[in-house]
Protein backbone atom coordinates (compact mmCIF):
# COMPACT_ATOMS: atom_id res chain seq x y z
CA UNK A 1 0.00 0.00 0.00
CA UNK A 2 1.14 3.14 -0.52
CA UNK A 3 1.67 6.43 1.33
CA UNK A 4 -1.02 8.16 -1.60
CA UNK A 5 -3.92 5.63 -0.53
CA UNK A 6 -3.85 6.00 2.87
CA UNK A 7 -3.77 10.27 2.34
CA UNK A 8 -1.34 10.80 5.19
CA UNK A 9 -1.05 14.25 4.45
CA UNK A 10 -5.12 14.36 5.95
CA UNK A 11 -6.78 14.01 9.10
CA UNK A 12 -8.70 10.13 9.88
CA UNK A 13 -10.67 9.69 12.46
CA UNK A 14 -8.99 6.14 13.63
CA UNK A 15 -5.41 8.11 13.62
CA UNK A 16 -6.71 10.90 15.30
CA UNK A 17 -8.42 8.42 17.79
CA UNK A 18 -5.03 6.28 18.08
CA UNK A 19 -2.94 9.67 19.04
CA UNK A 20 -5.35 10.44 21.75
CA UNK A 21 -5.26 7.03 22.91
CA UNK A 22 -1.65 7.12 22.94
CA UNK A 23 -0.97 5.29 20.04
CA UNK A 24 1.49 5.13 17.13
CA UNK A 25 -0.14 4.35 14.18
CA UNK A 26 -0.90 7.84 12.95
CA UNK A 27 1.05 10.84 10.94
CA UNK A 28 1.57 14.29 11.29
CA UNK A 29 -1.91 15.92 10.47
CA UNK A 30 -3.31 13.64 12.50
CA UNK A 31 -1.59 15.03 15.52
CA UNK A 32 -2.08 18.62 14.40
CA UNK A 33 -5.28 17.98 14.21
CA UNK A 34 -5.51 16.65 17.73
CA UNK A 35 -3.17 19.15 19.41
CA UNK A 36 -6.00 21.69 18.30
CA UNK A 37 -8.85 19.63 19.94
CA UNK A 38 -6.49 19.43 22.85
CA UNK A 39 -6.68 23.38 23.49
CA UNK A 40 -10.68 23.03 23.54
CA UNK A 41 -10.89 19.98 25.27
CA UNK A 42 -7.72 18.45 27.24
CA UNK A 43 -10.44 15.89 28.74
CA UNK A 44 -10.27 14.52 25.30
CA UNK A 45 -8.23 11.01 25.90
CA UNK A 46 -10.19 10.96 29.18
CA UNK A 47 -13.25 10.80 26.75
CA UNK A 48 -11.99 7.84 24.51
CA UNK A 49 -10.65 5.74 27.18
CA UNK A 50 -14.12 5.76 29.32
CA UNK A 51 -15.74 5.29 25.29
CA UNK A 52 -13.34 2.00 24.75
CA UNK A 53 -13.84 0.93 28.34
CA UNK A 54 -17.87 1.03 27.20
CA UNK A 55 -17.17 -1.20 24.42
CA UNK A 56 -15.32 -3.73 26.57
CA UNK A 57 -18.82 -4.04 29.10
CA UNK A 58 -21.34 -3.59 26.34
CA UNK A 59 -19.36 -6.32 24.44
CA UNK A 60 -19.29 -8.86 27.98
CA UNK A 61 -23.03 -7.83 28.69
CA UNK A 62 -23.81 -9.09 25.62
CA UNK A 63 -21.81 -12.46 25.32
CA UNK A 64 -23.28 -12.70 28.94
CA UNK A 65 -26.62 -12.22 27.73
CA UNK A 66 -25.78 -15.86 24.65
CA UNK A 67 -24.98 -13.42 21.81
CA UNK A 68 -22.50 -15.40 20.06
CA UNK A 69 -21.58 -13.23 16.49
CA UNK A 70 -20.73 -9.66 16.88
CA UNK A 71 -20.47 -7.48 13.88
CA UNK A 72 -18.78 -4.73 14.53
CA UNK A 73 -18.83 -1.41 11.81
CA UNK A 74 -16.39 1.51 12.52
CA UNK A 75 -13.42 -0.58 14.60
CA UNK A 76 -10.79 1.64 14.63
CA UNK A 77 -6.76 0.70 14.96
CA UNK A 78 -6.26 -2.02 17.19
CA UNK A 79 -5.97 -1.39 20.97
CA UNK A 80 -6.03 -3.46 24.21
CA UNK A 81 -8.68 -4.97 24.88
CA UNK A 82 -10.11 -5.38 21.61
CA UNK A 83 -13.59 -6.36 21.04
CA UNK A 84 -13.19 -10.21 19.81
CA UNK A 85 -10.40 -10.31 22.65
CA UNK A 86 -13.18 -9.58 25.15
CA UNK A 87 -15.87 -11.74 23.68
CA UNK A 88 -13.72 -14.79 22.92
CA UNK A 89 -12.62 -14.39 26.52
CA UNK A 90 -15.74 -15.05 27.80
CA UNK A 91 -17.10 -17.15 24.91
CA UNK A 92 -14.65 -18.94 22.77
CA UNK A 93 -16.45 -20.11 20.33
CA UNK A 94 -17.67 -16.68 19.83
CA UNK A 95 -17.29 -14.94 16.28
CA UNK A 96 -16.32 -11.40 15.41
CA UNK A 97 -16.45 -9.62 11.97
CA UNK A 98 -14.71 -6.11 12.28
CA UNK A 99 -15.65 -3.75 9.31
CA UNK A 100 -14.12 -0.54 8.43
CA UNK A 101 -12.99 2.03 6.06
CA UNK A 102 -10.11 3.06 6.99
CA UNK A 103 -6.96 1.34 4.92
CA UNK A 104 -4.42 1.71 7.89
CA UNK A 105 -6.82 -0.28 9.92
CA UNK A 106 -7.90 -2.66 8.39
CA UNK A 107 -4.29 -3.82 7.32
CA UNK A 108 -3.43 -3.74 11.07
CA UNK A 109 -6.33 -5.46 11.77
CA UNK A 110 -5.38 -8.52 9.60
CA UNK A 111 -2.07 -8.15 11.05
CA UNK A 112 -3.01 -7.97 14.49
CA UNK A 113 -6.13 -8.97 15.49
CA UNK A 114 -5.85 -12.66 15.78
CA UNK A 115 -8.45 -15.16 16.91
CA UNK A 116 -8.08 -15.75 21.14
CA UNK A 117 -10.70 -18.37 21.16
CA UNK A 118 -12.15 -20.81 18.49
CA UNK A 119 -14.38 -18.67 17.09
CA UNK A 120 -13.84 -17.03 13.69
CA UNK A 121 -12.56 -13.16 13.48
CA UNK A 122 -13.37 -11.94 9.82
CA UNK A 123 -11.80 -8.10 8.37
CA UNK A 124 -14.32 -6.59 5.92
CA UNK A 125 -13.14 -3.18 3.99
CA UNK A 126 -17.37 -1.45 3.59
CA UNK A 127 -18.95 1.93 4.21
CA UNK A 128 -21.75 1.58 7.00
CA UNK A 129 -23.60 3.93 4.32
CA UNK A 130 -23.91 0.62 2.66
CA UNK A 131 -25.30 -1.54 4.74
CA UNK A 132 -26.38 -4.09 2.63
CA UNK A 133 -22.90 -4.74 1.20
CA UNK A 134 -21.91 -5.08 5.17
CA UNK A 135 -24.65 -8.02 5.70
CA UNK A 136 -23.63 -9.90 1.86
CA UNK A 137 -20.07 -9.88 3.51
CA UNK A 138 -21.46 -11.79 7.06
CA UNK A 139 -22.59 -14.69 5.31
CA UNK A 140 -20.45 -16.77 7.46
CA UNK A 141 -23.26 -15.76 10.03
CA UNK A 142 -25.94 -17.53 10.94
CA UNK A 143 -28.68 -15.20 10.53
CA UNK A 144 -31.27 -17.24 12.13
CA UNK A 145 -29.74 -16.78 15.43
CA UNK A 146 -28.85 -13.44 17.36
CA UNK A 147 -26.18 -10.60 16.25
CA UNK A 148 -24.54 -8.10 18.56
CA UNK A 149 -24.55 -4.78 15.93
CA UNK A 150 -22.25 -2.88 17.91
CA UNK A 151 -21.39 1.02 16.31
CA UNK A 152 -18.95 2.56 18.72
CA UNK A 153 -17.63 6.14 18.45
CA UNK A 154 -19.08 5.77 14.33
CA UNK A 155 -22.45 7.13 14.44
CA UNK A 156 -20.73 11.02 14.53
CA UNK A 157 -19.42 10.76 11.25
CA UNK A 158 -23.16 10.31 9.90
CA UNK A 159 -23.95 13.54 10.53
CA UNK A 160 -27.77 13.16 9.15
CA UNK A 161 -29.84 12.17 12.02
CA UNK A 162 -32.29 10.20 9.69
CA UNK A 163 -29.46 8.45 7.45
CA UNK A 164 -28.06 7.23 11.03
CA UNK A 165 -31.20 5.89 11.52
CA UNK A 166 -32.22 4.58 8.30
CA UNK A 167 -28.46 2.91 8.66
CA UNK A 168 -29.17 1.20 11.94
CA UNK A 169 -32.64 -0.16 10.30
CA UNK A 170 -31.27 -1.73 7.02
CA UNK A 171 -28.38 -3.32 9.06
CA UNK A 172 -30.64 -4.90 11.61
CA UNK A 173 -33.60 -5.78 9.64
CA UNK A 174 -32.41 -8.85 8.67
CA UNK A 175 -31.05 -9.96 12.27
CA UNK A 176 -32.94 -12.72 14.35
CA UNK A 177 -35.09 -11.42 16.94
CA UNK A 178 -32.80 -11.22 20.27
CA UNK A 179 -30.17 -9.66 18.36
CA UNK A 180 -28.40 -6.23 19.95
CA UNK A 181 -27.47 -3.12 19.05
CA UNK A 182 -24.69 -1.26 21.59
CA UNK A 183 -23.85 2.31 20.26
CA UNK A 184 -21.87 5.16 21.58
CA UNK A 185 -22.06 8.53 19.84
CA UNK A 186 -20.22 12.40 20.40
CA UNK A 187 -22.17 14.73 22.64
CA UNK A 188 -21.32 17.86 23.96
CA UNK A 189 -23.85 19.06 26.75
CA UNK A 190 -20.74 17.53 29.09
CA UNK A 191 -19.00 20.87 27.88
CA UNK A 192 -20.85 23.34 25.81
CA UNK A 193 -18.05 25.54 26.29
CA UNK A 194 -15.12 23.73 24.82
CA UNK A 195 -16.43 21.08 23.13
CA UNK A 196 -18.18 22.51 20.12
CA UNK A 197 -14.50 23.73 19.31
CA UNK A 198 -13.23 20.07 18.69
CA UNK A 199 -16.32 19.32 16.78
CA UNK A 200 -15.52 22.31 14.58
CA UNK A 201 -12.03 21.25 14.49
CA UNK A 202 -13.07 18.14 13.10
CA UNK A 203 -15.11 19.35 10.30
CA UNK A 204 -12.60 22.01 9.21
CA UNK A 205 -10.11 19.39 8.76
CA UNK A 206 -12.13 17.25 6.37
CA UNK A 207 -13.75 15.17 9.05
CA UNK A 208 -17.40 14.80 9.34
CA UNK A 209 -18.82 15.09 12.33
CA UNK A 210 -21.82 16.00 14.76
CA UNK A 211 -22.25 16.03 18.35
CA UNK A 212 -25.76 15.01 19.79
CA UNK A 213 -27.99 15.08 22.15
CA UNK A 214 -29.17 12.39 25.19
CA UNK A 215 -32.27 13.07 23.27
CA UNK A 216 -30.99 12.62 19.76
CA UNK A 217 -29.00 9.60 20.89
CA UNK A 218 -32.05 7.85 22.21
CA UNK A 219 -34.04 8.54 18.92
CA UNK A 220 -31.22 6.27 16.85
CA UNK A 221 -32.35 3.33 19.58
CA UNK A 222 -36.27 4.04 18.10
CA UNK A 223 -38.00 0.62 17.90
CA UNK A 224 -35.51 -1.04 20.00
CA UNK A 225 -35.97 -1.99 23.95
CA UNK A 226 -32.90 0.00 25.76
CA UNK A 227 -31.66 -2.05 28.69
CA UNK A 228 -31.21 -0.28 31.64
CA UNK A 229 -29.82 2.30 32.62
CA UNK A 230 -30.35 3.20 29.24
CA UNK A 231 -28.40 6.14 27.19
CA UNK A 232 -26.34 7.67 29.61
CA UNK A 233 -22.65 9.13 29.18
CA UNK A 234 -20.58 5.80 28.66
CA UNK A 235 -18.74 6.25 32.24
CA UNK A 236 -22.29 5.85 34.19
CA UNK A 237 -23.31 2.58 31.78
CA UNK A 238 -22.55 -0.09 34.23
CA UNK A 239 -19.47 1.14 35.29
CA UNK A 240 -16.16 -0.80 36.46
CA UNK A 241 -13.91 0.74 39.35
CA UNK A 242 -12.09 2.61 36.85
CA UNK A 243 -15.25 4.52 35.36
CA UNK A 244 -15.67 5.37 39.50
CA UNK A 245 -14.40 9.14 39.88
CA UNK A 246 -14.32 9.77 36.27
CA UNK A 247 -14.67 13.84 35.68
CA UNK A 248 -18.50 14.05 33.80
CA UNK A 249 -17.14 17.32 31.87
CA UNK A 250 -14.55 14.92 30.54
CA UNK A 251 -16.84 12.49 28.92
CA UNK A 252 -18.23 13.45 25.42
CA UNK A 253 -19.85 10.14 24.52
CA UNK A 254 -23.22 8.54 25.33
CA UNK A 255 -23.58 4.89 24.86
CA UNK A 256 -26.64 2.30 25.32
CA UNK A 257 -27.60 -1.33 24.52
CA UNK A 258 -30.75 -2.42 23.30
CA UNK A 259 -32.36 -5.99 21.56
CA UNK A 260 -34.60 -6.35 18.71
CA UNK A 261 -37.84 -7.95 19.80
C1 LIG B 1 -13.38 7.21 16.45
S1 LIG B 1 -13.00 5.71 15.66
C2 LIG B 1 -13.77 4.54 16.76
C3 LIG B 1 -13.04 3.22 16.82
C4 LIG B 1 -13.63 2.17 17.75
N1 LIG B 1 -14.98 1.76 17.35
C5 LIG B 1 -13.67 2.65 19.17
O1 LIG B 1 -14.69 3.20 19.60
O2 LIG B 1 -12.68 2.52 19.87
C6 LIG B 1 -14.13 5.73 14.28
C7 LIG B 1 -13.86 4.62 13.26
O3 LIG B 1 -14.95 4.58 12.32
C8 LIG B 1 -14.41 4.41 11.02
N2 LIG B 1 -15.38 4.96 10.07
C9 LIG B 1 -15.72 6.26 9.91
N3 LIG B 1 -16.65 6.38 8.93
C10 LIG B 1 -16.90 5.11 8.48
C11 LIG B 1 -17.75 4.57 7.46
N4 LIG B 1 -18.54 5.36 6.73
N5 LIG B 1 -17.73 3.24 7.26
C12 LIG B 1 -16.93 2.43 8.00
N6 LIG B 1 -16.10 2.89 8.97
C13 LIG B 1 -16.08 4.21 9.21
C14 LIG B 1 -13.10 5.16 11.04
O4 LIG B 1 -12.21 4.73 10.03
C15 LIG B 1 -12.60 4.83 12.44
O5 LIG B 1 -11.82 3.67 12.45
Do not use: C
Not at 73 to 94: F, K, S, W, Y
Amino acid sequence: MSSGDLRTDRPHSARIYDFLLGGKDNFEADRAAATQMLQHTPGLPISMRANRRFMAKAARYLTGAGIRQFLDVGTGLPTRPNLHEVVQTEAPDAAVMYVDNDPLVLTHARALLTQVGTGAVSYLDADLRKPEAILDAAGSFDLSRPVALTLIAVLQHVVDDDEARDIIGRLMAPLATGSALALSAVTVENDPDGGPGTVKTYNQNGVPVVARTRTGVEGLFAGFDLVSPGVVPVHHWRPTDEDKGVDDAAVYMYGGVAFKR
